[in-house]
């Protein structure tokens, strides 16, 4: 992987978003389903991600193989651990055994300091929403359609020919669409319908399938078949795996990316040369360590992330899970077709690895249909696609962060 750059200074003239980070689908101006409020029933209780280190627990672990064996002793510890707490009336959430050890849970914050005391908690922070927002130029456009009964011709996407997409993917790596799921019948899209899975809780579904259209794009930018209709992608037709993060209308929460990692982290189910993308992140300045432990869980078992660096015009060093950085990590900023830095929404800074084209990209969407979008959420998929085919470097063209300076765009 390439050196880090210098950090950028921020644009002079960029524009603050209300919403976003990695992301370009439809602006959320509803309230947050209900599902989604990390407050239950009771007003009183709050969401947060419990974090273990226990040796006993990672002995047992150790010992398990499978991810459904490990989900079932993560359920137990969680329990022995709430009991001792003496929380009695705790609603669990998700468990983790293999990207991290812990658990989701919501409690009343009287009760957090019972639980932090726990020996067993290495450290509580409090769960937060994810939601996915409109770059500028997107909202001044509208609100994309998708769908349609008619699949129109193929054509190759602007981004497929510049980052230099194959014709047809031959290899075994699969890529992990950590998203809104992804149209499981798309007839352009190839979908390991058995390992892929839904993490959002109380939702009104618990199908992969995408009900927003923003994971499916970034499936088809990755891999969209070479056939007679729609686009093609960087690595057509390879496998894509369905991890359902974010709900219809593009929100969710810090655990259930957590949850998505911890089961692709499992031995057996991702393997090492898989690659995860994930088009997602919070609406304004978070660092979450438990999402950043597990993405770097991930990344040390040879699993490779793209990582969107978000579109709030900013410095990306404040953002989870952008500022990742490491071996396997690839943090991707915006650019136009033109090669220019997109300004007028990227985030930026030294966790940033790549440019990739993020305007105006043609994709596959939900119910069949095809659309095109914008944002880093789009650039993203660009690399996941060449990280398939197992070559990421530099060509020699540039594009311009926003003082003017070099910044290499990803091409194979």
Not at 1 to 6: L, P, R
Not at 111 to 126: A, F, G, H, N, T
Request: with cysteine; proline share 4%; glycine share 10%.
């Amino acid at each position: 992987m390439k050196m880090k750059k210098t950090l950028f200074k921020l644009f002079a003239l960029a524009l603050v978003l209300t919403f976003g980070n990695a992301c370009n689908d439809a602006l959320v101006t509803e309230d947050l389903e209900e599902n989604l409020e990390l407050k239950s029933a009771n007003t009183a209780k709050k969401g947060y991600i419990v974090v273990l280190q226990d040796a006993d627990i990672d002995l047992e672990l150790s010992s398990l193989k499978g991810y459904e064996k490990k989900q079932l002793a993560m359920k137990a510890a969680t329990g022995k651990i709430l009991k001792r707490a003496g929380i009695s009336d705790a609603e669990v959430g998700h468990v983790f055994g293999s990207a991290l050890k812990g658990f989701s849970v919501k409690i009343a914050p009287g009760q957090l300091k019972k639980l932090q005391d726990d020996p067993s908690v290495k450290y509580i922070e409090e769960d937060r929403i994810i939601s996915l927002g409109l770059p500028d130029i997107e909202a001044k456009k509208g609100k994309p359609g998708g769908g349609g009964t008619t699949s129109p011709a193929q054509q190759t996407p602007w981004g497929i020919s510049r980052v230099n997409g194959i014709t047809n993917y031959t290899g075994t790596k699969k890529a992990w669409v950590v998203d809104s799921g992804v149209d499981l019948d798309h007839p352009d899209l190839n979908v390991n319908t058995s390992l892929s899975r839904s993490f959002i809780i109380g939702g009104k579904t618990t199908t992969p399938d995408d009900e927003n259209g923003h994971g499916s794009h970034v499936a088809g930018t990755i891999a969209a078949k070479n056939n007679s209709i729609g686009v093609i992608g960087v690595a057509p037709g390879a496998q894509v795996v369905s991890c359902r993060v974010l709900d219809r209308r593009g929100s969710g929460s810090f655990s259930w990316t957590v949850a998505a990692l911890d089961y692709i982290a499992t031995d057996g189910v991702g393997t090492a040369g898989d690659v995860v993308n994930m088009s997602l992140g919070p609406s304004s300045r978070y660092i979450d360590s438990s999402v950043d432990a597990a993405v770097q869980a991930v990344a040390a078992k040879g699993i490779k992330l793209s990582i969107a660096a978000g579109n709030e015009s900013d410095d990306c060093f404040y953002y989870s899970p952008a500022h990742n950085n490491g071996p396997n990590i690839y943090t991707v900023s915006a650019m136009w077709e033109s090669d220019r830095f997109a300004t007028e929404f990227s985030n930026f800074g030294s966790p940033v690895d790549y440019a990739a084209p993020g305007v105006y990209i043609l994709s596959t969407y939900k119910n069949g249909g095809y659309e095109t979008l914008h944002g880093t959420s789009m650039a993203a998929p660009h690399v996941a696609g060449i990280l398939l085919l197992g070559n990421v470097s530099t060509d020699g063209h540039v594009t311009s962060d926003p003082d003017g300076n070099p910044d290499p765009i990803a091409v194979h």
